[in-house]
Nanobody, 124 residues
Framework: QVQLVESGGGLVQAGDSLRLSCAAS????????MYWFRQAPGKEREFVAAISWSGGRRYYGDSVKGRFTISRDNAKNTVYLQMNSLKPEDTAVYYC?????????????????WGQGTQVTVSS
C-alpha cells in the first residue's frame, strides 16, 4: 500500500497561487491513479482533482475547474496541485489519495489510505 505525505500549504490572500505536493512511497507509484480531496471545518471531504497513472486523463471538481491543475512526476513519485486565483472558500485541509485503477471520481469512503493533509488558508 502506498504511503502519502502532503506539503506546500500555507496562509495566502485571495487571488494568490499555491502549489501543493504529495510525495508517495513505493516503487509502484507510476501504476496508481492519484487524487486530491479537501475538507473544510464542519464539512464533508470534497473531491478536488484526479489524474491517471500516465497523466493522460485528468478530472476536476466543479468548484475548482479552470483554477486548479493536477500534475504528476512519476520519476519523483510526486503528484502536484497548482492552485491559482484562490478564494476564501478554498480554505481547507487538502489530502491526496491513491487508487490502483483510474476512475474520474470515487467517494472518499472508497479510498483506503490518506496522508496527514496540509492546511490551506485563504484570507479575503
Amino acid at each position: 500500500q502506498v504511503q502519502l505525505v502532503e506539503s506546500g500549504g500555507g496562509l495566502v490572500q485571495a487571488g494568490d497561487s499555491l502549489r501543493l505536493s504529495c510525495a508517495a512511497s513505493g516503487r509502484t507509484f507510476s501504476s496508481y491513479a492519484m487524487y486530491w480531496f479537501r475538507q473544510a471545518p464542519g464539512k464533508e471531504r470534497e473531491f478536488v482533482a484526479a489524474i491517471s497513472w500516465s497523466g493522460g486523463r485528468r478530472y476536476y471538481g466543479d468548484s475548482v475547474k479552470g483554477r486548479f491543475t493536477i500534475s504528476r512526476d512519476n520519476a519523483k513519485n510526486t503528484v502536484y496541485l497548482q492552485m491559482n486565483s484562490l478564494k476564501p472558500e478554498d480554505t481547507a485541509v487538502y489530502y491526496c489519495a491513491a487508487k490502483d485503477y483510474y476512475i474520474d471520481y470515487d467517494p472518499p469512503s472508497d479510498f483506503g489510505s490518506w496522508g496527514q493533509g496540509t492546511q490551506v488558508t485563504v484570507s479575503s
